[in-house]
């Protein structure tokens, strides 16, 4: 069991790849990820409404998350979206690139908009990393953020490992080398690059502040989103 999100349902299920169990219990659904198979069960009475098969070629997919109606996991460099109700699949969408996407549970989605990003690793290239803005209604990509220059002869892109942030014209990606980007929110370019030793690669926003979380011991800190400066580092 990868996880479980709960939301309320009606309606009937469709679909040759998709089993429906007897009974219609009226409580609210939860979804689980099995491996290669995608759950919906009743978490009043624990009844399965329907499952459905995952086309993954190895490993298993990420935790699901529902959006307004959407089931949506990620393996690897792709992205799936299922109806909540139905458990048909609405659409998949396989990056160019094949570094793996983050766990669906870093997506975000404003204004029909999804934005995730990825990791890299062995075998993959560095300035093939970005955060992907994706229009979910057309299923076309809207951006993919920029390379930027990391010295005279290096660029790389942004290895985001956790949620993004949309504020206004505005997105906010940390990355696991402890930069925080704001890039535009309309064609992605990079705004700013705020490095100040933060090690910003988990963050969190609260009103107007970006709080940096970091995965080992080092420097943590405040990110004012008005002015993009450091207000405090600990």
Known sequence: VRSATAQSRSSSVTGDSIRQTSGDAGGPTGYLSLGDTLVAFDVISGDQIWETSIDIEEGHVSNPVVVEGTVYLTHQNR???????????????ENNERFPFNSAESITIVDDILYIGGFGGPGFRSDSLHVLA???NSQSVKWRSETFRVDENTRRGIESIGPVFVEDDRV?????FGDLFVLDAENGEIRDRINEDLEMSVITKYSNEIYSGVLDESVVGSVDTTTN?????Y
Do not use: H, K, L
């Not at 979206?81 to 699949?89: C, L, P």
């Not at 906010?172 to 696991?176: C, R, V």
């Open 134 to 136: 994706f229009n979910v």
């Open 229 to 233: 400066d450091v207000t405090w580092t």
């Open 79 to 93: 992205i799936y979206a299922f109806d909540a109700v139905s458990g048909s699949r609405e659409w998949v969408f």
């Open 172 to 176: 906010y990606a940390a990355d696991s």
